[in-house]
């Protein structure tokens, strides 16, 4: 069955350092993958979105890079700031009209 | 600019009421419309998913419906609530046959006691 992994449930980091977060998808071919930042209470908000035939994205601070060999995105927050707390979501879609299907996240601390 | 509208915030509601909640997007046509749940801990579980009027895609059988009457608004119902119907729900819209972002609306709390 098609699956989507987002490893860490939750990842605590300390401020100005870079935090790393990992989505593994099994028995997938995306076309697309993208990144989501969740605050608690509220909807999701896109970040970033990175095409199957794109190796590496970045916007500001973040960074992503898409293995399709591996079956795995890594989303990077560099110089992280207690303001980047919150839950980070990928999601894998197979075409412009398939929906979006999400991983259960995973819930960023940095301590300051 | 577009904008996507949920309500209500908030919804406590008793076993066996029914439900009705409405999402409405303005400012785009023929728009991708989706209904999302996450329960406490959880991911976002696709519900319903709406390409045009009238076309409904459901993902998970339930006792929950969802009807799109307009271009831009899709409801989602049910006749009578359980508890493990309790969660947040978010509608999201994203543009048609395009490898874009989806939006997604403020989200409704419901919890059914």
């Known amino acids: 069955s098609q699956k989507i992994e987002q490893n860490s449930e939750a990842l605590n980091i300390q401020e100005g350092k870079t935090a790393t977060l990992t989505c593994n998808y099994t028995?997938?071919?995306?076309?697309?993958l993208q990144w989501y930042r969740q605050d608690p209470g509220r909807g999701p908000v896109f970040l970033l979105l990175?095409?199957?035939?794109?190796k590496e994205k970045r916007k500001e601070r973040l960074k992503v890079t898409f293995d399709t060999t591996l079956k795995q995105s890594l989303f990077h927050i560099t110089a992280s700031q207690p303001a980047d707390s919150a839950t980070y979501l990928c999601a894998l879609s197979l075409s412009g009209n398939t929906p979006l299907v999400f991983g259960k996240g995973t819930r960023l601390s940095v301590i300051a | 600019s577009q904008t996507i509208h949920q309500w209500p915030a908030t919804l406590v509601q008793p076993v066996g009421s029914p439900l009705s909640l409405e999402c409405t997007v303005e400012?785009?046509?023929?728009?991708?419309l989706y209904w999302y749940r996450q329960a406490a801990g959880r991911g976002l579980q696709l519900l319903f998913y709406s390409v045009g009027i009238g076309q409904i895609s459901s993902e998970v059988p339930q006792n929950l419906s969802a009807s799109r009457p307009q271009d831009r608004q899709f409801i989602l119902s049910s006749k009578k609530l359980l508890l493990s119907d309790s969660g947040f729900y978010l509608c999201?819209?994203?543009?048609?046959?395009?490898?874009?972002?989806?939006?997604f609306g403020q989200g409704t709390r419901l919890t059914v006691v």
């Open positions: 028995n997938y071919s995306p076309a697309y």
């Open positions: 990175i095409r199957e035939n794109e």
């Open positions: 999201a819209w994203k543009p048609p046959g395009m490898n874009t972002e989806a939006f």
């Open positions: 400012g785009t046509s023929n728009p991708n």
